[in-house]
């Protein structure tokens, strides 16, 4: 079945570390997004990239990169200038533009920085 | 004020009632999404919609693009229903950028 697997699950770092945070489709979907989900809050957008080798920032970038080297692949790295990390990170992708595209979601990894 | 405003935050019901969660937003738009997120974080697409009304089993989405309001109705309702529904809008100027309300917490209760 087609999908967006995120991996993994729940992850745990020290202040300070940098960390990466995978996205995988099988849907061969062009555009791919990540969102961060905080208590209380709506989904926030970080990065998006509507077609490889090309993304952009969202709403709340800083503190956050992004690579899309493949169609596949959207791995997002929280680094440690990102002032509170501590989070749910969801990765979704739709087939094109979200006027006319539903987005599909990976389960998300929930990432927490001591 | 939010560009996006669900109610009720909350929302309690019996097994079979029927259930109305509101979104309202105050930009013209050129699409409105409904969500569903399960208790484990995953979230689901329901509807896309851009104007009148989509209906799929047991849920109805619907769409006034001059009040600048949709609903999401859930008849029958079944405690599997139970989920955090999520509204979110493309704004006409917004590029590939939605703006998300907070959600309504939906509990059925058998």
């Known amino acids: 079945d087609g999908g967006i697997t995120q991996s993994p699950k729940y992850l745990f770092r020290k202040e300070g570390q940098n960390v990466t945070l995978s996205c995988e489709q099988n849907l061969n979907h062009d555009a791919m997004y990540w969102y961060r989900q905080d208590p209380g809050q709506g989904l926030r957008l970080i990065y998006y990239?509507?077609?490889?080798?090309?993304?952009q920032k969202g709403d709340i970038a800083e503190g956050y990169s992004v690579s899309r080297e493949k169609k596949e692949s959207f791995p997002l790295t929280v680094t440690s200038a990102q002032k509170n990390p501590t989070a749910f990170y969801l990765c979704a992708s739709s087939r094109g533009h979200l006027s006319n595209s539903p987005l599909h979601f990976g389960n998300g990894t929930r990432l927490t920085v001591t | 004020k939010n560009e996006v405003e669900q109610s009720p935050q909350n929302l309690t019901a019996q097994e079979g009632e029927f259930i109305t969660i509101n979104c309202s937003y105050s930009v013209g738009i050129s699409a409105l999404h409904w969500l569903q997120q399960h208790p484990g974080g995953g979230i689901v697409s329901l509807f896309m919609?851009?104007?009148g009304k989509k209906k799929h089993g047991r849920l109805i989405a619907t769409i006034n693009i001059q009040e600048k309001h949709s609903s999401l109705h859930i008849t029958a309702s079944h405690p599997r229903d139970s989920a955090v529904y999520i509204c979110a809008v493309m704004a006409e100027t917004s590029g590939s950028r939605l703006t998300f309300g907070e959600g309504t917490q939906l509990t059925v209760n058998p």
């Open positions: 990239s509507q077609i490889v080798n090309d993304f």
């Open positions: 919609l851009s104007s």
